[in-house]
């Protein structure tokens, strides 16, 4: 593999995956899951909704794992005005073809936005990207080597482990030469923002900044600068909402997309619901995923013993207080962990966690 993966890659390594290890027939496909609801008597009652009707079965233990990145968000309110031509998410976005020719304005500052307008400014008549907050830009290759897989140990105090994008940040180089707002925080304290072409777009003059936009007009999106551009497609590169259509909000939700976990997986309330992947690193996902699936492995297994209600609750609190410190306060850091002292952590615990099952023996 190259050392950023496409897609198509990523989805191979999947299916390979799971042919390799033979589960792929434990796998109900084009089924819905339409409710989850604690039963009286213990476990949980999962109902579903496929080619064979609808159906309720008993499980004892819920993992739920459908990921925080589906459920596009949108400008809220809306920005004033009507627009003529085409609006998608970038959750909607497949391919270039889908910009070629147009005069295209990609609106938001992460990695899906520059991607895209990247892609545009390739095939699209004009690229125009309205950027409202600054962020540092990182290059995805640091002396050759893919910025993520330089690790360091996962015991390191957070502003040790944010000094490696802070170095990255200075290496790459500063982005309000071209137009862009300078950030209001500094390196390594936001999810990192990645691009090995967005500068060279720039320079050539195929990608134009603008600063947010302010209304809608036709034909025409006008920016808070009071500059106005022609366009047919917008790209609302703005983000996701973390929801759960299968539970009742009543139950649980995950407002401002936040929704406290023990490691990102034990919810402390609701014993045998488990979370897997709702969280974002600085880096892969897949690694932290596999950690916590085998964790709750050893938890339904018996071979690991959750500590003291009191205990979670009190480490909770302190890893709440371990972001707010190394992450600006932001809907977009809810969720984010530090990718080795995530996995060094878990490890430690899963450790602890053998050893009072030993120790009640």
Known sequence: YPHYARHDQIAAYFEDYAQHFGFRDKITFNTTVTKVEPDPNFGWLVSTSGPNGDNTQHYDYVLVANGHHWDPRWPDPAYPGDFNGEQIHAHSYRSAEQLKGRKVVVVGAGNSAMDIAVEASKVAETTHWSVRRGQWVLRKLVFGQALDQVALPGW??????????????????????????????????????????????????????????????????????????????????????????????????????????????????????????????????????????????????????????????????????????????????????????????????????????????
């Open 156 to 361: 390191l105090p957070w502003w040790a482990t944010a000094a490696r994008l802070r170095i990255g940040a200075i290496l790459s180089g500063d982005m309000t030469k071209y137009g862009l707002p300078k950030p209001p925080h500094t390196p390594g304290q936001s999810h990192p923002v990645q691009s090995e072409q967005i500068r060279a777009q720039l320079d050539a003059g195929a990608i134009a900044v603008q600063p947010g936009i302010e209304r809608l007009d036709g034909d025409r999106v006008v920016f808070t600068d009071g500059t106005s551009v022609e366009a047919d497609l917008i790209v609302w590169a703005t983000g996701y909402n973390v929801t759960f259509p299968f539970f009742d909000e009543d139950f649980l939700s995950a407002p401002d997309n936040s929704l406290p976990l023990w490691k990102r997986t034990v919810h402390p309330d609701h014993p045998g619901l488990f979370f897997i992947g709702l969280l974002q690193p600085v880096g892969a996902v897949m690694p932290l995923a596999q950690a916590q699936g085998e964790w709750v492995a050893e938890i339904i297994n018996g071979d690991y013993k959750l500590p003291a209600p009191q205990y979670i609750r009190k480490r909770m609190g302190y890893e709440h207080e371990r972001n707010l410190k190394q992450f600006y306060d932001s809907p977009r850091h809810t969720m984010e962990v530090d990718f080795d002292a995530f996995l060094w952590d878990l490890a430690r615990e899963r450790k602890a966690g053998r050893e009072r099952v030993q120790a009640s023996l």
